[in-house]
């Protein structure tokens, strides 16, 4: 007996490690590749920043105030490898049902949860009636529509902001059976930032060959560093962070905690790049973003993030009107707004196509 | 062979084989496929550097305001530090830069900011890549220091891998 186990437990072991090459082995010519660009497909794309320094504006601000010249700052759409066969040229959503997904054991404590449950329900169910959904009408006719949630109570560690981790998650919470075709699911976890140097994230994977767009959220709770410093919420690590509930129509008063605030507006961030740039996994294997970043790979969201365009109805800065409650929310890019009128400054303020929708 | 043995035998190979069908049900996002939000202070450091980097281009009249009057550049290349108008003369010769993987750390009334930084320059297009550290004073908003470490290509592959992983 032992005679044939050994040999066959050998055989089986290098099957794994053959697996497990392959997979290693895709990821390297993958990243490869991007070094060598320069101009990569979006990678933690806010972190990556490229500038080319072109010779007649070099000269022209010499005497002047100097500041960089971009490439061109211009989003433009992505079809991936070409020798993949596509079902459209540029790879957008143009319907997104969305799933929210509260992950962890805090979620049943009313302290915690708060108003974010609730209130982030609010948000998603009344985005599709609000002004902010046409900040991406230039690239796509948008039908956005709430699901419902879910609340998985299983504990979360500190590994749960793995992207592959928050896959599993979905797909055991949803069910690989239940997954929708145009499914969008932004899972919020209990798990404090720390010192990560980002507040979420949006990905995308398969289960049982499914595609799954997902993001990820940190908990957002008394963290400057994630805090979009809403009027409509205490600041954050004040005393009465946590006590205010969702209160309609008082938009000058604390109507959302802090923690509902930050979360809506990273929510916000990270809903509109899947829509314009969803992640595409073609059958023959691998996974490409598809859609619309620009040469630095920083999608709609990226280039405006942390930037709040005026606001010619509402009392403040990044106000959106939704489900009949005021939300501070960044903007998103509009290539329309840069190339003509209507866009707020970027960060830094060099360009001008940042859009909150109108 | 006792049958216990065989019998663990048996369930480590059914565990063998379930090991790629497992792995296959769920396929995680290859590296590369998550996209962050990142912190007010990344962004906001983000934009420095790239200030920075114009102010230098553009030469400012000669004043620069981002850098402090002691700002020194410190690499592992000898023991000496390298001046202000010797590192503003390497800058100048860049034609184009890349930013990746910036992180800040915000302590007293220091800002410490790493990235990695891919030029090209030289007519020749020269391309190099370097790990950054720069000592920021948050009251002056100048930069005080900058230690330089070099990147082989290999270790640059590396490192943007690893910050493909999430």
């Not at chain 2, 001046?83 to 010769?93: G, P």
Request: charged share 15%.
């Amino acid at each position: 007996m032992r005679k044939f186990l050994l040999p066959l437990l050998i055989a089986q072991a290098l099957a794994v490690n053959a697996f497990a090459e392959g997979r290693e082995q895709n990821n390297e010519v993958y990243s490869i590749s991007e070094v060598e660009d320069l101009a990569p497909a979006p990678t933690s794309n806010a972190t990556i920043t490229s500038y080319q320094w072109t010779k007649d504006v070099h000269s022209s601000r010499k005497a002047s105030k100097g500041t960089a010249s971009i490439i061109s700052p211009l989003m433009v759409p992505h079809t991936g490898p070409t020798t993949i066969p596509r079902t459209s040229a540029i790879n957008v959503m143009s319907t997104v049902n969305t799933t929210p997904i509260f992950w962890g054991s805090s979620w049943t404590n009313s302290t915690f949860a708060s108003d974010k449950i609730v209130g982030l329900t609010v948000w998603y169910n009344n985005l599709h009636s609000s002004p902010y959904i046409s900040a991406v009408s230039e690239y796509t006719t948008l039908n956005h529509l709430f699901i419902m949630s879910k609340i998985d109570t299983s504990a979360t560690n500190v590994n749960s902001s793995n992207s592959g981790n928050v896959l599993a998650e979905v797909c055991k919470v949803v069910g690989t059976a239940n997954l929708n075709a145009n499914g969008y699911y932004p899972v919020y976890t209990d798990v404090a930032r720390g010192t990560a140097n980002y507040c979420a994230y949006h990905s995308a994977g398969t289960c049982g060959g499914k595609l799954v767009q997902f993001a990820f959220f940190f908990s957002l709770d008394n963290d400057p560093g994630c805090d979009p410093v809403s009027p409509y919420a205490p600041p954050a690590g004040s005393a009465v962070a946590q006590k205010p509930g969702l209160v309609a129509g008082v938009s000058s008063a604390y109507q959302q905690s802090q923690g509902l605030a930050a979360l809506a507006n990273v929510s916000a961030h990270e809903l509109m790049e899947t829509v314009t740039d969803p992640a595409y996994f073609p059958p023959t294997g691998g996974g490409y973003w598809g859609g619309w970043y620009d040469l630095t790979g920083a999608e709609n969201g990226d280039k405006c993030a942390w930037t709040f365009g005026p606001s010619n109805t509402r009392l403040s800065a990044g106000t959106v009107l939704i489900g009949g409650f005021d939300w501070k929310l960044q903007g998103e890019w509009s290539n329309k707004a840069q190339n003509g009128t209507g866009g707020y400054p970027t960060q830094g303020g060099l360009l001008k196509g940042c859009v909150t929708g109108s | 062979m006792c049958k216990k043995s065989i019998h663990n035998y048996l369930f480590t190979i059914t565990l063998l084989l379930s090991a790629p069908a497992m792995s296959q049900d769920i396929v995680l996002a290859p590296p590369g496929l998550s996209a962050q939000t990142v912190t007010r202070d990344v962004a906001e450091y983000t934009s420095r550097e790239q200030d920075l980097m114009a102010s230098v281009k553009a030469e400012e009249n000669g004043q620069y305001t981002l850098l402090a009057d002691e700002f020194e550049v410190w690499s592992g290349q000898g023991s000496d530090w390298q001046s202000k108008s010797e590192w503003l003369q390497i800058i100048k010769q860049q034609r184009n830069f890349t930013i990746r993987n910036l992180s800040v750390r915000l302590l007293d009334d220091f800002a410490v900011v790493s990235f990695l930084l891919e030029t090209v320059q030289g007519r020749h297009n020269k391309r190099s890549a370097q790990f950054i550290v720069d000592l920021w004073r948050k009251s002056t908003n100048k930069l005080t220091v900058r230690y330089v470490s070099d990147l082989t290509p290999s270790t640059l592959s590396f490192l943007s891998r690893q910050d493909r992983k999430i």
